[in-house]
């Protein structure tokens, strides 16, 4: 080495030294920093999923005080699972369910409140019967129709049991993602058990002559009113006076638009006739414009598939609608679900149609649950009536159980679905003060201990049959999110000012663009199937088919 | 540095003996180090972008079964449906208008807080807050205040102007669009606020010292030196900011739903309910793709802008 080598290298060794001395990055440094940063991400990923698993794992199974009506169904539920009668629907699919151990059923569930009940209350109770593992996928309520088509396009076997809108039920089971069960059905099922199902309720998973699903929410609409209000003396001799007639809940929607509009008169400010929730995508518009259609005998669409919204009974239903909002609380087109509800429970408004949560809110239930504590406290405890909404009253969505075709424990999570919707374990489950799993069984509607749960709950619970009697379903059939949604345009677009024959036909195109879309001939053949199924329209509910459930 | 270091190392007579290996490994040790990088990019970014420019020209919707070659089908379903035109045109139409706004009380709020006064740190602080909030919150926090019968809106403007205020914010024309405005700009005006400041503190102060022993007014000065000299500041936050104003979603979406009708449609909305609402995957991917060459454009031109932006 010359000099001038050994000063280029003893420049250079100071340069690292100074760099070391600094906290400069060398290689060497800058690969041992990369290596431990590494090593930290590889080691993070588990740590992660630990973390995760733990946060996200069932709950230990919660029950409430034995001796509260709450407590004596879990009791009667885990009795019927445990001991039978050896012939029940719970019994057996728990028996059965003993030869899958260690399984681990994926089911999903809309995020949220409904996922509440199979972390805290069935799925722990499942597991601690049969041995069998739940994992609850909480998904928001597009995505339990997209993932789960997206995971059987995948043949991912994500996903064993589904919680799916009845609605999506003829696509599922033709695009092969729902298995039909009328095979473990035979098998497994007290056939007594079916039928206790009520009518409305019972043929919803039917489709092509086989059972895809069980149903598993009676999402009903009632009308729910103040009794205090309607059996006010005062406005009692007023309201005779006016109309000639008695003030009592409203049997049509020129009723309920009159008397909705004479007590705004009579005590607004601190008091309005009614409220609706109307805002745009709310979903309360569709829902609303498809009962009253229907009742006002509207047909969805004609021989040709040709949308029949613009027709006189399209035109009154908008009008009816109009006049509703007119004599409802300030903002009435501003509401949603949730805040119509506050608006009822703090006594502004006189008159709520919604699902049924809303008895149990008014009753005060709902609210003991921390989860549902969002929801301001009944000041109209006791003051409710129950009513059937005038014409017909719409079956808003609601839930089926349906069978991943690609689960690879087909049978297991079958027997799942039986247990859970079987009529003891979902008493107890449409019982919970977070559920908002509604009645939907004969059982439930004539149970004691529903009827026990706040006053008026024996009443809420006729009412909410009654209302089935007479219900109507949402059309279920491909692109009914579609033609809600051209249904909630129209409405709130008319409710902006907009000319209801053209707000009704510009839905009317959009719904033909949509059945084009989807093929006509196609479109035809779900909707006949739909036409068989009792409350598909006005003419053949389960009252009109003979069958009504009579308490 | 270190490369020569080894070398003369080995001048030294103490060579490593690299293995051929670590000598390829030395050779392409900066190749290696970006390579985790580059796979990341193309596996999260490139393979997405070529499966969606794929997915818009077939069917892919989640209630027609299969994935037939449709061609240009998904394009035309968006341009000639009246609802994404109205949606494009409102996108832009709000955008400017929002912007612009915070433009404004961004600028003035820079102005009045560049000089020091007691109390600016704490009030510095209150005003950048709401940059830290979700828009969904944002949303949330106005239909509060906004929404009947709930919201105080209404009755803090009926008692201040004596007469009965019933006005529907959030579903009447045109208050819907001065509601959707008022959120945004309150959320954002402290960005525009926080870039500009920056700029204005840039400025040589010897400069406005020379205007004023010139006898330059305060107002010729703004003009001569201010405006020139944030220049380009101005044109980077007005660019960032339009990027993600016609990005407008959370707010629309909490606020109006998209309602009423589809009046409050913008162009993210539009693209969320037919491909999250409706499930026409294709239809939206394509609408994504129009929509992107839209945003392109506007780009394009405010960079140009930009970079062709000196400060005097």
């Known amino acids: ?551 | 540095m270190q490369t020569t270091t080894i070398t003369r190392m080995t001048a030294a007579g103490a060579p490593p003996k690299l293995s051929r290996f670590a000598r390829w490994a030395d050779r392409n040790f900066k190749w290696l180090l970006v390579a985790p990088a580059v796979l990341l990019i193309l596996a999260l970014s490139i393979y997405p972008l070529l499966f969606s420019l794929v997915v818009s020209f077939i069917n892919y919707d989640f209630q027609v079964p299969g994935h037939a070659f449709v061609g240009l089908k998904n394009f035309s379903r968006v341009i000639f449906d009246p609802v994404a035109r109205w949606s494009l045109f409102l996108t832009a139409w709000l955008s400017a208008v929002s912007v612009a706004i915070e433009f404004v009380l961004g600028l003035l709020v820079a102005l009045t807080m560049v000089r020091s006064f007691p109390g600016r740190g704490v009030i510095m602080s209150i005003l950048i807050v709401p940059l830290f909030i979700s828009p969904v919150i944002v949303g949330q926090a106005w239909t509060l205040l906004l929404q009947r019968p709930f919201g105080p809106t209404n009755y803090i403007l009926t008692q201040l102007l004596g007469q009965e205020v019933t006005i529907g914010w959030m579903t009447e024309s045109p208050w819907l669009y001065f509601s959707l405005i008022i959120a945004d700009v309150w959320q954002w005006t402290p960005f525009m606020f926080v870039i500009l400041l920056a700029g204005l503190t840039a400025i040589p102060p010897n400069l406005y010292e020379a205007a004023e022993l010139d006898g330059v007014s305060a107002w010729q000065a703004f003009w001569a030196i201010t405006v020139p000299h944030l220049g380009p500041m101005i044109m980077l936050a007005l660019t960032f900011r339009l990027l993600d104003a016609i990005r407008m979603f959370d707010t629309i979406f909490i606020m109006t739903g998209g309602g009423p009708g589809t009046q409050t449609y913008t162009a993210s909305y539009y693209l969320y309910t037919v491909g999250f609402t409706q499930f026409h995957l294709s239809q939206a991917t394509a609408g994504s793709w129009l929509f992107l060459i839209f945003t392109a454009f506007v780009v394009t031109l405010l960079v140009r802008r930009l970079l062709k932006t000196e400060p005097v």
């Open chain 1, 1 to 551: 080495m010359n000099d001038r080598d050994r000063r280029d290298f003893q420049a250079g060794l100071e340069a690292e030294v100074d760099a070391l001395l600094k906290g400069e990055s060398t290689r060497r440094s800058f690969i041992t920093r990369f290596g431990q940063m590494t090593g930290m991400l590889a080691a993070s990923g588990p740590i992660l999923g630990m973390m995760t698993d733990w946060a996200m794992a069932q709950q230990k199974l919660e029950l409430a005080d034995a001796a509260s009506p709450l407590g004596q169904a879990q009791a009667l539920a885990l009795k019927a699972s445990t001991e039978g009668p050896a012939n029940g629907s719970a019994f057996r699919a728990t028996e059965a369910a003993k030869k899958f151990p260690g399984v681990t059923i994926n089911m999903t569930s809309e995020a949220g409140l409904q996922a509440l009940d199979p972390r805290n209350f069935s799925g722990p109770m499942w597991e601690q019967l049969t041995g069998t593992k739940m994992n609850v996928v909480e998904l928001s309520n597009p995505d339990q129709y997209s993932k789960a088509v997206a995971e059987h396009i995948a043949s991912s076997g994500a996903y064993d049991v589904l919680d799916i809108s009845p609605a999506w039920t003829p696509s599922l089971a033709d695009g092969g993602v729902i298995a039909p069960l009328d095979d473990f059905i035979a098998k497994y099922m007290n056939m007594k058990d079916f039928e206790d199902f009520h009518p409305l309720y019972k043929s919803l998973p039917t489709y092509k002559g086989k059972i895809w699903g069980f149903f598993d929410d009676g999402d009903i609409f009632a009308l729910y009113y103040r009794k205090d209000i309607f059996e006010d003396p005062k406005l009692m001799e007023a309201y005779q006076a006016k109309f000639n007639a008695k003030l009592e809940p409203p049997k049509t929607w020129a009723e309920y638009n009159q008397i909705a509009q004479f007590i705004t008169d009579q005590m607004a400010p601190n008091v309005y006739g009614a409220g609706h929730f109307r805002k745009a995508g709310s979903p309360g518009n569709q829902f609303d414009f498809l009962q009253q259609f229907r009742a006002n005998g509207g047909k969805l669409f004609g021989d040709d598939m040709k949308a029949g919204l613009v027709s006189d009974a399209g035109v009154a239903t908008l009008t009816s609608m109009k006049a509703s909002n007119a004599a409802s609380i300030p903002g009435n087109n501003e509401l949603d679900a949730v805040s119509l509800w506050a608006a009822f429970l703090t006594g502004k408004v006189a008159m709520i149609y919604s699902w049924p949560p809303t008895g149990r809110m008014a009753g005060n239930y709902s609210q003991s649950a921390t989860a549902i504590n969002f929801i301001p406290k009944s000041q109209i405890a006791g003051k409710v009536g129950y009513a059937v909404v005038p014409g017909n009253p719409e079956h808003a969505v609601g839930y089926n159980k349906a069978l991943a075709a690609d689960s690879a424990n087909l049978e297991a999570s079958y027997l799942f679905m039986q247990w859970v919707t079987s009529p003891e374990v979902s008493l107890a489950r449409v019982m919970l003060p977070y559920a908002l799993r509604d009645p939907y069984r004969i059982s439930h509607y004539k149970s004691d201990l529903y009827g026990g749960l706040f006053p008026g709950a024996k009443e809420y619970l006729i009412n909410l049959n009654n209302s089935a009697n007479v219900g109507l379903l949402d059309p279920i059939m491909p692109g009914a999110q579609d033609y809600f949604l051209s249904l909630d345009r129209m409405c709130t677009a008319v409710w902006a000012g907009a000319d209801p024959k053209a707000s009704l036909e510009t839905a009317a195109a959009e719904w033909n663009e949509t059945t084009d879309r989807l093929g006509v001939d196609s479109q035809k053949a779900f909707y006949t199937e739909f036409l068989k199924l009792p409350g598909a329209t006005a003419e053949n509910t389960v009252e009109k088919l003979g069958l009504a459930v009579k308490l």
